[in-house]
C-alpha cells in the first residue's frame, strides 16, 4: 500500500504507528468544491477544529481561505502555544 507513491511500510517504519497519513491536496480539492458549491450565496466554509485539531490541516485550510470553527477562545490560545 502506498501514500501517493511512498510505501506506507516506510512511514510507520520511520515514524512509528499509529501514523495519521493526509493528503494536503485532496484536503484542498474537497474544500475547493465546498467552496466553490457555495459562491453564488456569498458562504464562508468553516472548518471544525473539533474534528481535526492538526495544526498543519488548519494551517492548510486557513492559507486556502476557510474559517475554523472552535468551541472556545481557549482551544484556539492552546493551538496557538503548541510547537
Not at 474537497?30 to 456569498?42: K, T, V
Not at 464562508?44 to 472556545?72: E, Q
Request: proline share 4%; hydrophobic share 45%.
Amino acid at each position: 500500500m502506498f501514500a501517493d507513491s511512498v510505501p506506507i511500510s516506510a512511514i510507520a517504519a520511520e515514524t512509528g504507528t499509529p501514523v495519521y497519513l493526509y493528503r494536503s491536496c485532496r484536503l484542498l480539492e474537497n474544500y475547493g468544491r465546498l467552496s466553490h458549491a457555495f459562491h453564488e450565496l456569498n458562504a464562508a466554509v468553516h472548518y471544525s477544529a473539533k474534528a481535526n485539531a492538526n495544526l498543519a490541516l488548519l494551517r492548510l485550510l486557513i492559507h486556502a481561505g476557510a474559517s475554523i470553527d472552535a468551541v472556545s477562545s481557549g482551544k484556539i490560545y492552546a493551538k496557538k502555544s503548541d510547537p
